[in-house]
């Protein structure tokens, strides 16, 4: 039997899940880490969903006319998600971005037809670790961009079809695939449209099912924790020390806490062990994982998203070797020792 598509449209979504049995084996826990390959999507992450579910309820609502310009303030993998749909279904789109987001996503968005709209970090701010604060003014430029050119803002900050595409999707899915054989769900929270929707989703299901939101060791703010004054990290797309709205507390069980060293050293560990090559928010996801088989979750088991790609982090220091092409030998940059312009 043939299996064509009409477009990359009808690739995105159901994506694999795989288990990660030999980093568990790794870190000697007891249990089982379901991880779904997200970087699978066309615009090489999960935000593909929440781009074409937004944009084709806009259509189906009125709001969205044909050949109006499309604008997102986005980490840049809503922005390449929207790309993908916007350049299949021909609206012109504009991606509202940091500047501290990675070059990667910037040049992918580029080449998938996009503009963007880069936005200054604040002086405070370090390239690669975009603040509660950087997003403020990238979410002030892509509203200005909208109400002057008329575009449409998907706004997925506040959108709930955001959260209503991986309800639909993403956890009827995972409930699916795993045959309701799960106890837990853990995901690091950007706009919170993945966590809200997910977890709606597999508490209808089962009740019982255990959330759990992942963030960065200085941006807690869900589960009792206060994040501290600057709390910069390296995870792009999230943690940015603000409860978002999508996400509804009543299904948070709790938060674990994630450093950007546990969060690099398992995202490689991921790629090395398991050959899941992803971002650092895949990395946060698992380790977060992994501590709760450590702790409270010993025995059980646990899904999370592999979010996106790590190629779409070559250049930040997640993924950076230092490679002698004279000598061929190969070393990973130890952590803050190369050349700093580059650590984005
Ligand atoms: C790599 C990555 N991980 C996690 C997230 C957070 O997802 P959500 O916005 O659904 O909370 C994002 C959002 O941009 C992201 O780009």
């Not at 870190?27 to 781009?51: F, T």
Request: glycine residues 12%; neutral net charge.
């Amino acid at each position: 039997m043939g299996d064509i598509r009409k477009s990359v449209l009808e690739c995105i979504g159901n994506t694999p899940i795989v288990e990660i049995s030999r980093l568990c084996k790794k870190y000697g826990v007891e249990g089982r880490i379901l991880v779904k390959l997200e970087m699978l999507n066309p615009g090489a992450s999960k935000k593909d969903r929440i781009a074409l579910y937004m944009i084709e309820e806009a259509e189906r609502k009125g709001l969205l006319k044909p050949g109006q310009t499309v604008v997102e303030e986005t980490s840049g993998n809503t922005g390449n998600g929207l790309a993908v749909v916007c350049a299949v279904k021909g609206y012109p789109f504009v991606a509202a971005m940091s500047k501290g987001n990675s070059l990667e996503r910037m040049q992918m968005m580029k080449g998938l037809g996009a503009d963007l709209l880069l936005v200054d970090q604040l002086p405070t701010s370090p390239r690669g670790s975009v603040t509660g604060a950087d997003l403020k003014k990238v979410e002030e430029a892509a509203i200005e961009f909208a109400e002057k050119n008329g575009a449409f803002l998907t706004n997925q900050f506040y959108n709930p079809d955001n959260s209503m595409a991986h309800e639909k999707g993403t956890a009827r899915e995972i409930w699916e695939q795993t045959d309701g054989k799960i106890d837990y769900f853990v995901d690091f929270v950007g706009t919170g449209g993945t966590y809200a929707g997910i977890a709606k989703g597999l508490k209808a299901y089962n009740k019982n099912i255990k959330c759990f939101v992942v963030e960065p060791e200085k941006g807690g703010v869900y589960g009792g924790h206060t994040p501290s004054e600057n709390p910069i990290h390296v995870i792009q797309g999230g943690g940015y020390a603000v409860k978002r709205e999508l996400v509804d507390e009543t299904n948070v069980d709790g938060s674990v806490l994630i450093s950007d060293q546990e969060c690099t050293q398992t995202t490689r560990e991921l790629a090395a062990v398991e050959a899941i090559f992803g971002g650092f928010s895949a990395g946060a996801n698992v380790r977060a994982a992994i501590k709760l088989l450590q702790g409270e979750a010993r025995g059980k088991t646990i899904v999370c998203l592999a979010n996106d790609t790590g190629l779409k982090y070559l250049s930040t220091k997640l993924y950076q070797y230092e490679i002698n092409r004279e000598s061929g030998a190969s070393e990973i940059i130890k952590e803050g020792m190369k050349n700093k312009k580059n650590n984005c």
